[in-house]
């Protein structure tokens, strides 16, 4: 079965910076998008920011201009960089993964915290 394991994240102090990293398990293969997505308190899972395997990038409007993806594809391997971290940024982040056959992964979750 594979797996996605997150590490990073924590707490920062408002206009702090903070990484996120996902490791796919090599069980995984076939990826075609890896990403993450935020769910805070009381609130729906969101989009943060994706990447295709070909380097294509998304991102949510909330996070432009602060947060960037990257990946590399030989370790399977996605990390967020979140610069300019705001409170709002505060909640659990989740990696997704999404394969070719449109099977998805997702991580445990790793929690950023923001304080003011």
């Known amino acids: 079965q594979g797996q996605l394991v997150e590490s990073g994240g924590g707490l920062v102090q408002a206009g702090g910076s903070l990484r996120v990293s996902c490791a796919a398990s090599?069980?995984?293969?076939?990826?075609?998008?890896m990403g993450w997505y935020r769910q805070a308190p009381g609130n729906q899972r969101e989009l943060v920011a994706t990447i295709t395997r070909g380097g294509t990038t998304d991102y949510a409007r909330a996070v432009q201009g602060r947060f960037t993806i990257s990946a590399d594809n030989a370790k399977n391997t996605v990390y967020l960089q979140m610069n300019s971290l705001k409170p709002e940024d505060t909640a659990v982040y989740y990696c997704?993964?999404?394969?070719?056959?449109?099977?998805?992964?997702w991580g445990q979750g790793t929690q950023v915290s923001v304080s003011s």
């Open positions: 997704y993964a999404r394969t070719w056959y449109n099977v998805v992964y």
């Open positions: 090599g069980s995984i293969v076939r990826l075609d998008v």
